[in-house]
Nanobody
C-alpha cells in the first residue's frame, strides 16, 4: 500500500495564494509521476498539474502562469503553489502518485482530497 496525505487547503479571497502539500509513504520503490487533480461539485475530476521524477511538468491551460508544481524525490513529496486564485479554482484537490512498489509492481494512489475555496 502507498498512502498519500495532503495538507494546505482552505478559504482564500480572489487574488490570494495557497500552497498544497502531499506526502507519500508505504512500500515505495519509485515514484514516476506525482500530480494534482481537482473536482468541483457537479463536474468531473480534471488534471491540474503533474511532474515527473526528472522534473518535467505539465499544467492545465486554466492554471498556466498562476500555479507551480514542485517535488522532492528524496522525501516523496509534491507541492502545488497556487497564486492569483480565482473563484473558478474552487474545488476539492487530490494528490496522485504513480510508480512501483517494493516487490509488488506498479501502483496508482490517490489522496483523500483537500478543499480549496476561493471567495470574497
Amino acid at each position: 500500500q502507498v498512502q498519500l496525505v495532503e495538507s494546505g487547503g482552505g478559504l482564500v479571497q480572489p487574488g490570494g495564494s495557497l500552497r498544497l502539500s502531499c506526502a507519500a509513504s508505504g512500500s515505495i520503490f519509485s515514484i514516476n509521476t506525482m500530480g494534482w487533480y481537482r473536482q468541483a461539485p457537479g463536474k468531473q475530476r480534471e488534471l491540474v498539474a503533474t511532474i515527473t521524477s526528472g522534473g518535467t511538468t505539465n499544467y492545465a491551460d486554466s492554471v498556466k502562469g498562476r500555479f507551480a508544481i514542485s517535488r522532492d524525490n528524496a522525501k516523496n513529496t509534491v507541492d502545488l503553489q497556487m497564486n492569483s486564485l480565482k473563484p473558478e479554482d474552487t474545488a476539492a484537490y487530490y494528490c496522485n502518485a504513480r510508480g512501483a512498489r517494493l516487490g509488488w509492481g506498479p501502483f496508482t494512489s490517490w489522496g483523500q482530497g483537500t478543499q480549496v475555496t476561493v471567495s470574497s
